[in-house]
Nanobody, 115 residues
Framework: QVQLVESGGGLVQPGGSLRLSCAAS????????MYWYRQAPGKQREVVAG???????TYADSVKGRFTLSRDNAKNTMFLQMSSLKPEDTAVYYC?????????WGRGTQVTVSS
């Protein structure tokens, strides 16, 4: 099993920055891909960014140039540096870990962008 814990959310003004963290524990060796998702009120959950075990990173068009995904393999932690935040970035952000047999999810961290 894999456990995921997100942190770093909060309230920020438009144009501001936040750094989210996702700490993975348990049998992390079976993870081959990890993602950041987000879900805004009344909307479907959507992919924000992802990284493969080989280090290939992809971004949703809506966050390209503003968000940066990174990871610390030694600490089994994935990060999402978010800059130039907009009110439409307001959502609960979730960490997702994919294995051959199961998708694991964290409980999410709230990001609110408002003046």
């Amino acid at each position: 099993q894999v456990q995921l814990v997100e942190s770093g959310g909060g309230l920020v003004q438009p144009g501001g920055s936040l750094r989210l963290s996702c700490a993975a524990s348990g049998n992390t060796a079976i993870i081959y891909r990890m993602y950041w998702y987000r879900q805004a009120p009344g909307k479907q959950r959507e992919v924000v960014a992802g990284i493969t075990s080989g280090g290939t990173i992809t971004y949703a068009d809506s966050v390209k140039g503003r968000f940066t995904l990174s990871r610390d393999n030694a600490k089994n932690t994935m990060f999402l540096q978010m800059s130039s935040l907009k009110p439409e970035d307001t959502a609960v952000y979730y960490c997702n870990a994919r294995t051959d047999v199961y998708d694991y999810w964290g409980r999410g961290t709230q990001v609110t962008v408002s003046s």
